[in-house]
């Protein structure tokens, strides 16, 4: 399956690496952060935010794209750092335990 980066997450990726601008520190900001991206598709977004030295950045996706999340992640260095989890979005609720393995680690729900 592929997948194409859409113009808004070529404007976020690209503003994620700015020196300055809507994230203080720009790429510094990243750092040492926990990221989730939600309908990932190519990644493109949780890539550079793991380039730019996020700990952890869980891609979520429809499961026909996750063997392309983790191609990209490997192929930009960062799978180390990237996981990629399937969601189905059309779900009425959300499954309990996806959601808990999608926020483990990620200070969601936590004082």
């Known amino acids: ?9 070529a404007v976020l990726a690209e503003a994620m690496q700015l020196p300055s601008g809507i994230f203080p520190g720009g790429p510094a900001f990243w750092r040492g952060k926990r990221v989730l991206e939600l309908g990932a598709g ?7 935010a793991a380039r730019c030295g996020a700990r952890r950045v869980v891609l979520t996706d429809y499961e026909p794209l996750l063997p392309l ?3 990209n992640a490997a192929a930009n260095g960062v799978a180390g750092c990237c996981e990629a989890v399937g969601v189905e979005w059309e779900a009425a609720t959300p499954d309990p335990l996806l959601v808990r393995a999608c926020c ?8």
Do not use: K, Y
């Open 42 to 48: 190519c990644g493109a977004c949780g890539i550079v």
């Open 104 to 111: 483990a680690g990620l200070g969601v729900g936590q004082g």
């Open 69 to 71: 999340l983790r191609r």
């Open 1 to 9: 399956m592929q997948s194409s980066v859409w113009v808004a997450a």
